[in-house]
């Protein structure tokens, strides 16, 4: 049987803005000491895809400095700290897209990479958006607002135009809960 870890020590080795990478040592349940184990410790963060009351899908398109490409995504952002996830994703919507919407529903959340990470990612379906304020985004954000057809997207979906690995499964997830994408 699957048994958690035991954590022995945890040590900061690295803080900078909003990351702490840590060595931890780790009690296996066979006995054995696993050290040092590095955790990195990062925002929970949200993304929501948004649909238009015209079954258009709102996207962003920005540079990402550590992939070394500009990629098409779901707005989205970190979660302060103490903010509700529901609220993070409300106000992202708003500073990236101008967007808004009073039907905004949890898809799902995960673990995006625990092996190395210790955060949580929230996905998001927001229907029935309006425009209705001027795009805020954050200083160094350079964001390029998309307003796709809902056929235009599902072919995007389908020929792997996204490439920002963790948003795909909220794509797919949110193109079944619309009606768009039939499982078989």
């Known amino acids: ?109 995960v673990h995006p990479n625990p092996p190395l990470e210790r955060n949580r990612a929230w996905f998001y379906l927001a229907r029935n958006a309006k425009p209705d304020q001027v795009i805020a985004p954050d200083p160094f954000e350079d964001i390029e607002l998309l307003l796709v057809s809902k056929e235009e997207f599902m072919r995007m979906l389908l020929s792997h135009t996204f490439t920002h690995g963790i948003q795909t499964g909220g794509m797919y997830a949110a193109a079944i809960k619309l009606g768009w994408l039939v499982p078989e």
Not at 19 to 35: F, N
Not at 90 to 99: A, F, H, P, S, V
């Open 1 to 109: 049987m699957t048994k958690p870890w035991e954590l022995l020590s945890s040590e900061i080795v690295y803080e900078k803005k909003w990351l702490k990478v840590k060595e931890e040592a780790c009690r296996l349940p066979d006995g054995r000491i696993l050290s040092p184990y590095l955790v990195v410790d990062v925002p929970g963060f949200c993304n929501v895809f948004i649909v238009t009351e015209k079954d258009e899908v709102v996207l962003v398109k920005q540079y990402r400095h550590a992939g070394g490409v500009v990629s098409i995504e779901m707005p989205g952002g970190m979660v302060d700290p103490g903010e509700d996830p529901a609220e993070t994703v409300l106000r992202e919507m708003r500073e990236e897209t101008g967007y808004s919407s009073d039907q905004v529903e949890l898809l799902y959340t």
